[in-house]
């Protein structure tokens, strides 16, 4: 059975950064796409980044694009999400996520972490 787990939010100033770490267990011997998530008051659930399950493509929400990236961290199911210059509009829970086939950019994906919430003020 595979959990996702993330970690790594925080407050944050305008223009500041963080980075967020996923690891998905219960994976052994197989590769997953992975990618985040994030939702914000009043919002539905958005796409922000994911990373290919096997030839590592990385795609990127208009929003993440430019300030966002996503990497992968050591064993092959777990990433980073470096976030640059935070804005206002970033503040939310972020979720970390693992499918078979592939992550975003619709909000549909084989597991789910809790989310870890990033705030953003000045």
């Known amino acids: 059975q595979v959990q996702v787990e993330e970690s790594g939010g925080g407050l944050v100033q305008i223009g500041g950064s963080l980075r967020l770490s996923c690891t998905a267990s219960?994976?052994?011997?197989?590769?997953?796409?992975m990618g985040w998530f994030r939702q914000a008051p009043g919002k539905e659930r958005e796409f922000v980044a994911a990373i290919g399950r096997s030839d590592d493509t990385t795609r990127y929400s208009g929003a993440a694009e430019g300030r966002f990236t996503i990497s992968r961290a050591g064993a092959r199911n777990s990433v980073y999400l470096q976030m640059n210059n935070l804005q206002p509009e970033d503040t939310a829970v972020y979720y970390c996520a693992a499918d078979r086939v592939r992550v975003g950019p619709v909000v549909r994906v084989d597991y789910w972490g809790q989310g870890t919430q990033v705030t953003v003020s000045s």
């Open positions: 219960g994976t052994t011997g197989k590769v997953y796409g």
